[in-house]
């Protein structure tokens, strides 16, 4: 596909899913869709077989399900900020081709008597998930520690540093926070439950409310929040967010 087009610049490519080569660097960042398959693929084989089991106590103040009401979101100023069709299809294929590789690992796990209720590396608090989540990477060996209610958890916890009062997000330089809500969103069970819609019609508005903030030439900017609504709505069904893409 061609990216001529100014506003096609930020486009990734249809990605294949290939094993990690001689100068595949595990401490490395992924920086495309292609290179965070190669880091499921490199974590594949160092996932543990058989691991402890834990109580599930990262509920306990993760805080609630209720999120501030945000107004409807204006419509895009900018139209050379939305994804082209193209684009948006592959987002698409390349995150449904990073759920097939977890689900195929978990049935692996299964297999081979992986406890997906083991110890996750933090206690339930919210700071030192974030500090956690800031300064890691979001690894499968630890992502697979996590239960569908842990994950729907962190994914609450996510969505609500998306939108911090008096601090204007921008995921191309809080790129540690677009990486872990892209990651939660790949490891997710389906089908969710209603409340997790909520968490993730809340992720929708804060990303219009963010790329609406944007100039008409800061079209690299607009990418990562495009790509969570995308994903919302083509993925996760939230169809009425398609105006908005």
Same mark, same amino acid.
């Given at each position: 596909?061609?990216?001529?087009?100014?506003? !096609?610049?930020?486009?990734? @490519?249809? /990605?294949?899913? *290939?094993?990690?080569? %001689? &100068?595949?660097?595990?401490?490395?960042?992924? +920086?495309?869709?292609?290179?965070?398959?190669?880091?499921?693929?490199?974590?594949?084989?160092?996932?543990?077989?058989?691991?402890?089991?834990?109580?599930?106590?990262?509920?306990?103040?993760?805080?609630?399900?209720?999120?501030?009401?945000?107004?409807?979101?204006?419509?895009?100023?900018?139209?050379?900020?939305?994804?082209?069709?193209?684009?948006?299809?592959?987002?698409?294929?390349?995150? !449904?081709?990073?759920?097939? @590789?977890? /689900?195929?690992? *978990?049935?692996?796990? %299964? &297999?081979?008597?992986?406890?997906?209720?083991? +110890?996750?590396?933090?206690?339930?608090?919210?700071?030192?998930?974030?500090?956690?989540?800031?300064?890691?990477?979001?690894?499968?060996?630890?992502?697979?520690?996590?239960?569908?209610?842990?994950?729907?958890?962190?994914?609450?916890?996510?969505?609500?540093?998306?939108?911090?009062?008096?601090?204007?997000?921008?995921?191309?330089?809080?790129?540690?926070?677009?990486?872990?809500?892209?990651?939660?969103?790949?490891?997710?069970?389906?089908?969710?439950?209603?409340?997790?819609?909520?968490?993730?019609?809340?992720?929708?508005?804060?990303?219009?409310?963010?790329?609406?903030?944007?100039?008409?030439?800061?079209?690299?900017?607009?990418?990562?929040?495009?790509?969570?609504?995308?994903?919302?709505?083509?993925?996760?069904?939230?169809?009425?967010?398609?105006?908005?893409?």
């Amino acid at each position: 596909m061609q990216n001529e087009p100014e506003e !096609q610049t930020f486009q990734l @490519q249809a /990605l294949e899913i *290939r094993e990690p080569d %001689v &100068n595949f660097d595990p401490k490395k960042p992924p +920086e495309s869709g292609e290179e965070y398959l190669m880091h499921m693929l490199y974590e594949r084989k160092r996932c543990p077989a058989v691991v402890t089991k834990r109580s599930s106590k990262i509920r306990d103040n993760a805080g609630n399900n209720t999120f501030e009401m945000m107004d409807n979101p204006a419509l895009p100023p900018f139209k050379c900020l939305l994804p082209t069709p193209e684009w948006r299809d592959e987002q698409v294929k390349s995150f !449904q081709a990073a759920r097939s @590789q977890v /689900l195929i690992l *978990r049935r692996e796990l %299964v &297999n081979h008597n992986y406890d997906q209720s083991a +110890e996750p590396p933090l206690t339930s608090d919210q700071e030192k998930w974030q500090e956690f989540c800031r300064n890691q990477q979001p690894l499968l060996s630890t992502l697979l520690h996590l239960t569908q209610s842990d994950l729907e958890h962190l994914l609450e916890m996510l969505s609500k540093w998306l939108q911090v009062k008096d601090h204007d997000t921008d995921l191309l330089q809080d790129v540690w926070l677009a990486r872990w809500l892209y990651a939660t969103l790949v490891c997710l069970h389906l089908p969710l439950e209603p409340h997790v819609f909520s968490t993730l019609r809340y992720i929708a508005r804060s990303s219009i409310h963010l790329r609406n903030q944007l100039k008409a030439e800061e079209v690299q900017r607009a990418a990562p929040y495009n790509l969570l609504l995308t994903l919302i709505v083509h993925v996760f069904a939230q169809s009425d967010f398609k105006e908005y893409i």
